[in-house]
């Protein structure tokens, strides 16, 4: 019987031997910027574990091997299912695999899965991105090529993106609401939804309509964040009439706080949900939804992403505004 062969050293066992973040490792070895203190750090770290990086990962640019590489928050969230499967759909019309991994929203995670991408040799990745531009770096050093999903990055305009027409959406959720009386709506937003957070705050402003901050509230991508984060609004702030969430996570969690405080939906409070998934419209009542295509999504990406050598343009997807149950005229 073979012995088994010892565990080859990880990107991450580096970070934990050099007390950094797996970013800061991955910037360092891929050339990019640290102070020298923390350079030496990582690389003493590094020779001392005898770390190791792919011989692909590291030649990547000559010696490809394909693939895509997948990265989303959460794997069982609906919305990132079904982009998940538009991904897969076009992959596979092209005969490409696909590796996907989920972030957690987590841009220490982020960094690690970028890493191991690269060591991987995945040719080409799709992500829903949590780091910032830097925290990609290692990967457009390396020749991957990017293309990201739902959210594009800060300072890495150059890289193309296939979201929603966020902005659109929240305009017509807004404007229906304030057409029923509402004058003070709360949004519930998670990570990474900035663009979400400022479409609010314009299509408010746009109807005069008073943009309080301690009724925009963050959560974090976990469901118990999104309760505590719906049940904290719905208890503390009782004079609010509407709430958009800005996700089907966030959604779920509005619907079951109102449940557990005796709220009623739409009597005592009206609720308006980004993404259209099954459930919402099995609720009682069914709700109202901003339904944006993340199959639809997916497929765009992996379609842009295997233009492997073109220059290509980011992709803005049409929202449609959903009207159900989940809406009255203020009382």
Known sequence: MRMSEQRRTTIKDVAE???????????????????????????????????????????LRRRRTGGIGLLVPDITDTFYARLADGVLTCAQAAGEPVMIGATRDDPEREAELIGS?????????????????????????????????????????????????DRSGMRTAVEYLAGLGHRRVAFLARHGQEQ??????????????????????????????????????LQHRTDLTAVLAGGNMLGEAA????????????????????????????CSPPLTVISQPAQDMGYRAAELVLREGRRTRGVTLPTELIVRGSCAARR
């Open 196 to 233: 979400r957070v400022r479409g609010f705050r314009e299509a408010m402003a746009a109807l005069g309509l008073p943009v309080e901050e301690e009724l925009i509230v963050r959560a974090r991508a976990t469901r118990d964040s999104a309760y505590a984060a719906a049940a904290g609004l």
């Open 17 to 59: 031997a050099a007390e950094v973040g797996v970013a800061t490792v991955s910037r360092v070895l891929s050339g990019g910027s640290a102070s020298p203190a923390t350079r030496e750090k990582v690389l003493a770290a590094a020779a001392r574990l005898d770390y190791r990086p792919s011989a692909l990962g590291r030649n």
């Open 255 to 282: 619907v079951l706080a109102a449940r557990e405080l005796d709220l009623r939906v739409p009597r005592d409070v009206s609720l308006i949900m980004f993404d259209d998934v099954p459930w919402a419209e099995l």
């Open 117 to 165: 991408l690269i060591e991987e040799s995945v040719e080409r990745v799709i992500a829903v991105p949590s780091g910032d531009g830097e925290m990609w770096g290692p990967a457009f050093r390396a020749g991957l090529s990017v293309v990201f999903a739902e959210r594009p990055v800060r300072g890495r305009e150059d890289v193309p993106a296939v979201v929603a027409d």
